[in-house]
């Protein structure tokens, strides 16, 4: 019996040691919504998912919780913000309930939970990802065509033209600028992390907090300008540098607001942005993520260096690096956001193993791909075999 103990205590101790000398990095994946991905639409579909990432020593997810003006639960905020008639309207997974259970039944019925419960048997982290944030839609947003605008139709972002505000005619805004807006994405938030209170983090990415360049002209942000210069209206050019700092100002509070919010419901989860490469960001869609790292609100900072050759991605992380400065005795976790697949065309495997490299050359704290459904092509899968031979420990703030 005693040597039989004393096995045991051997065995416990080796595993111990191997987990103290496992390597610290972020290995995550990207999840869109239903419309790219059969992640949530089966029982079995979420756990060979979760089962595949974990056999190829991935550590987080990062799903998207929030875009086309429904979320991946029944959402009680969405349905009093909008003019849908039923909560099952507010779930972007609710068609794939009735299939949901075959052929593997669901212990919960919930894919959510299901999820972050299959995630955490692995030691992988789940992030909830409001991917459309401020943004209203990809098409013009109307109260005929948008479910929050026929609600609230004073939510809608007016450009320098006077037209709906929108980035390239293509995502279209609601008013980021408005207090009843940001309250609205603060509820949305919180909602979603007190009905998952295991969930570990939460992001926004180039559209929250954000807002196009051009905007800002809409009738409460002029007379909320007008009450803090003496009366005076905006400036017509909306790249005035004055004017385009008081914008960046509300933005970056509501950042801090949201960091706090986050924070106050659960010191634990993480707090993550995954913007566009800085200064582009501040330049097109007011994102100051220099700021947000300095001022620490920012726990995980997830740059989208989306590149396709391996000398513009080691520039473009080598910028995002120049630009962290997080406060004294804040540790800010930077990893690179690497294109995986896009418009249908997964990445050459050979050069996302050369990005992956350059992450190591250049010490970043891993790397989140874009997006999950890359990870069928067998020569990425071998890629990502050779990258990641061994589990990675998700790094403590």
Known sequence: MKRLILFFTIIAQMSCIQSKNLQESIRGVWVPDPQYTDVLKTYKNVVNFVSTLDSLNFNSIYVVSYALSKTIYPSAVLLSNTNYAHIDS?????????????????????????????????????????????????????????PILAKNPKWVGIGNDNKPANYNNHDYYFNAFDPDVQQYILDLISEGIKRYPNVDGIQGDDRLPAMCINSGYDVKTIEKYKSEHNGQIPPENFKDSAWVRWRLDILNTFGETLYNKVKSI???????????????????????????????????????????????YRNTVSQAQSFIKPPIGKKQLFVPGIILMVSGEISDANELKKQVLINRDLKTNGEIFFYNEGLRKPEIIKVIKELYPEKAVFPKL
């Open 266 to 312: 659960d010191p634990k989860i993480m707090v993550s942005f995954a913007p566009n490469p800085y200064p582009w960001c501040k330049d097109n869609l007011m994102q100051e993520w220099p700021q947000w790292v300095s001022d620490g609100i920012c726990d995980l900072l997830a740059v989208q260096c989306y590149r396709t050759d391996s000398l513009s």
């Open 90 to 146: 507010t779930n972007m997974l609710a068609p794939f309930r009735a299939q949901y259970n075959v052929p593997m039944k669901s212990p919960t019925g919930d894919p959510v939970k299901d999820l972050i419960t299959e995630a955490h048997k692995r030691n992988i982290k789940v992030f909830f990802w409001y991917e459309f944030g401020f943004m209203a839609d990809i098409k013009l947003a109307t109260p005929e065509n948008n």
